[in-house]
């Protein structure tokens, strides 16, 4: 080095490491691997999937625990990740994976859009809410405005129920006379089976990314609108991916924990 003040050092930067390994020595020897460690890659675990190559594999796992399974589950490697082939993945989380793949690569098809429309459109709950409406409803588009009004309808009404899961009802107006102020769903209120506010927001990013398909099938077509959708994904990390992925990580170590006990003996 040009600055004589300036040591290298070969060390670590874990804290709290005992004594004996925090001790300073001078030593001209550095021990390398013969063979090197044969790693798997995969995803990083980052908090902003919009950066430019936020989609490479830029993390390294030792392919001994990475073929067993023990790797970290992120929000692009959600949908196939080895913990997920005998276990089902959650449904918003799934698709809020999609779109920040998308978002990763910045470019969104039209094959893939139509391939996780039909999925979504596929869901039994999905299904359901789309049996509610009097007309026919074939778009993430169309779908995030009915949605998006059904929940600001619901949202100004005072008996409306707390948006918690996909399937939360919204009580039907009873025609019954009542002497009740509180017995009856005002009439504004569509008897919709109205999804969660996160779903919503979902759908909303959804119907964005099949505009821009629409307009422009091209590679890096989402470049011109990643200030928005950078936004939207770290909304959906924030609202829900983020408590998905931890679940996910704590399920990986419990079920290696299990299948490979002499590990932890």
Known sequence: MDTPSATGFLGSSIPHLPLS?????????????????????TFRILRQYGKWS???????VSS???????????????????????????????????????????????????????????????????????FIITSFIDLDKRL???????????????????????????????TSAHSQVPSSVPPVKLVSKYMVNIMTVLARLERVSQ??????????????LKTDGLMLINDGLAAGLK??????????KSSYPSYFS
Not at 162 to 173: A, C, E, G, Y
Request: charged share 15%.
């Open 54 to 60: 936020a989609g490479r594999n830029w993390s390294f």
């Open 247 to 256: 679940i996910a990580n704590d399920g990986v170590v419990k079920s290696f």
């Open 215 to 228: 307009l422009n099938d091209d590679e890096h077509n989402l470049l011109t609108f990643m200030a928005e």
């Open 148 to 178: 998006s009004s059904a929940s600001a309808s619901a949202s100004t009404s005072a008996s409306a129920t707390t948006l918690q899961n996909i399937t939360n009802i919204v009580p039907k107006v009873d025609n019954t006379p009542s």
């Open 21 to 41: 390994f925090q001790q300073v020595t001078a030593t001209k020897t550095v021990l390398i691997p013969v063979t090197n460690c044969k790693s798997s890659q």
């Open 64 to 134: 001994h625990y990475a073929t067993k399974g023990f790797y970290p589950v992120t929000a692009l490697n959600y949908n196939n990740h080895t913990y997920y082939k005998t276990r089902a993945t959650t449904f918003s989380y799934s698709l809020v994976s999609f779109i920040l793949q998308c978002i990763s690569k910045a470019t969104v098809r039209k094959e893939d859009k139509l391939a996780i429309r039909h999925r979504v459109f596929q869901n039994k709950a999905i299904k359901k809410v789309l049996n509610e409406f009097p």
